[in-house]
């Protein structure tokens, strides 16, 4: 049987292949490092995590990124199981030791047999007796395979900026200032309410630091300059140049946290901290994704009560993500309209997550492997979470044929993108639900359809 060729050996490229190789078929793992490096990996490991190290929630009641952890599990995802093997106390997240993850990923590829990794770059539209084969080289795709895209399709890629958060050591951490807690004091997967460090401001501090943070010299774009940010990953000075109380009510917000040190007392801003390996020695800090100059980083963020004497293992950086304008280009299958033998998946297709890119390499793998067996595998119902995302990539987003490609924009998976249910006006004992009660009441059945209808195509899909 000819095999399928994965470029790309990301989380969306492991994924696609794993379960390619599941279904029977044998797959070409396609990775150019360490032939050739990208500005923001850092070694050679097959699913290196770049950014965070958080999956986010894994709540698959009332939170739509844990559906999709939850239908991913059931479709057998080795990226969900090595997540879940190499957690971390992350409150009501799905956190990683990222060194551990990636290795899990890693040994779970080289001991399949019917895949083959092969370390080279792919320096072009891939070879034309290459019958089947799904690009997934995510936002840092090598200017030769972008460029060939680009010729192919006619049409501009997109891109936007995407800052790294830093990273600190946990014994440079003063805890004489900080403490221990989850927000609300939600113990999630792994945790125990306690999972996260939180470094309090008093407004004059909060109010200080964002002097500094807005006067501090930051990185030139040079010829990336008019590149659109992606909102769910703003760099904090971007966001605190769109008003002094932006960060209050984004990554600094201090509610649901009571600071154990000084229990009455409110603190005017938090910045939280989550741990980032299984050893518990190294911590990020959230939301803090950061264009600042490295000297310019050490000296705002030492600001922060707490971290006055911070040690960083990895300061915060910037690079470009570059996706395809996928509702004209890509079909239902995801393969590209102008040449059906290549199919895209992850984050180059214009999902912006781990996971999401995860899931859409998981459903481009499976329809790779089903058309090389010469079955028939319908895509999966758009009430589920990996059917929503995948139908506002391929289609869903009507906007982006009618307005133009700049119309479409990266995409995070949320319940907005499932088809509306009527929100239930009571609970099961015939109280009168309003307000946020209402509103869970109805993310909770979004949640019970998309099991029931993921289940019924998992059978009838076989």
């Known amino acids: 049987m000819r095999p399928i060729h994965v ?6 490229g492991c994924e696609a292949a794993w379960q390619i190789a599941r279904a029977g078929v044998p797959v070409v793992l396609h990775e150019m490092r360490p032939e050739r490096a990208t500005e923001a990996h850092r070694t050679s490991r097959l699913a290196e995590l770049v950014c965070s190290n958080s999956f986010r929630s894994d709540d698959a ?4 990124v844990g559906v999709i952890h939850r239908e991913m599990r ?11 093997s190499h957690q971390v106390p992350a409150g009501g997240a799905l956190a990683v030791d990222r060194d551990g993850f990636s290795a899990a990923v890693e040994a779970a590829i080289a001991s399949e047999p019917l895949i083959r990794v092969e ?3 792919i320096a072009g539209l891939p070879p034309a007796d290459w019958d089947s084969v799904i690009v997934a080289t995510g936002p840092l795709t090598s200017p030769a395979l972008a460029q060939s895209i680009r010729a192919l399709t006619g049409e501009d890629a997109l ?15 003063d805890m004489e200032i900080v403490w221990a807690q989850s927000r609300y004091d939600k113990a999630g997967p792994g945790g125990t309410g306690a999972d996260y460090l939180n470094c309090p401001m008093s407004r004059e501090q909060y109010e200080a630091f964002l002097d ?15 590149t659109p940010y992606f909102d769910g990953c703003l760099p904090i000075e971007v966001m605190a140049e769109r008003g002094r109380e932006t960060l209050r009510h984004g990554p600094m917000k201090p509610v649901g946290l009571t600071n154990a040190h000084a229990p009455t007392v409110k603190p005017h801003a938090v910045v939280q901290l989550r741990q980032d390996n299984a050893l518990g020695t190294l911590f990020n800090m959230v939301g803090f994704q950061t264009k600042l100059k490295y000297g310019e980083q050490a000296r705002v963020l030492r600001l922060i009560p707490g971290l006055e004497g911070a040690e960083f293992a990895r300061l915060g950086g910037l690079h470009r993500n570059t996706f395809l304008n996928s509702p004209r280009l890509l079909d239902e299958r995801l393969r590209l309209k102008a040449e059906p033998r290549l199919r895209f998946a992850g984050q180059i297709t214009g999902c912006e997550g781990y996971v999401e890119s995860a899931a859409i390499g998981l459903i481009a793998g499976r ?18 979470a990996i059917g929503a995302l995948l139908n506002h990539i391929t289609g869903g987003h009507v906007e982006a044929i009618d307005a133009g490609p700049r119309s479409f924009q990266p995409m995070n998976v949320n319940f907005g993108l499932f088809p509306p249910m009527e929100a239930p006006r009571v609970d099961e004992a015939g109280k009168r639900l309003s307000g946020p009660e209402r509103g869970n009441a109805r993310k909770r059945a979004l949640s019970a359809r998309a099991r029931t209808d993921l289940a019924s195509w998992i059978a009838a899909s076989g």
């Not at 009641?61 to 739509?64: H, V």
């Not at 059931?74 to 879940?84: F, G, K, N, Q, V």
């Not at 500094?212 to 040079?222: I, V």
């Not at 089903?370 to 999966?380: F, M, N």
Request: a negative charge; zero cysteines; charged letters at 25%.
């Open 7 to 12: 470029v790309g050996g990301g989380l969306a």
């Open 61 to 64: 009641e009332t939170n739509a």
């Open 74 to 84: 059931a479709l057998a995802s080795l990226i969900i199981a090595s997540a879940d």
């Open 119 to 121: 370390r080279r770059e």
């Open 159 to 173: 891109a936007f900026f995407d800052a790294i958060a830093p990273i600190v050591h946990r014994d440079s951490i």
């Open 212 to 226: 500094a943070l807005l006067a501090a010299e930051k990185t030139e774009f040079r010829e990336f300059e008019g």
């Open 367 to 384: 329809f790779a492997a089903a058309e090389r067996l010469e079955r028939a595998l319908a895509p999966p119902p758009p009430t589920s």
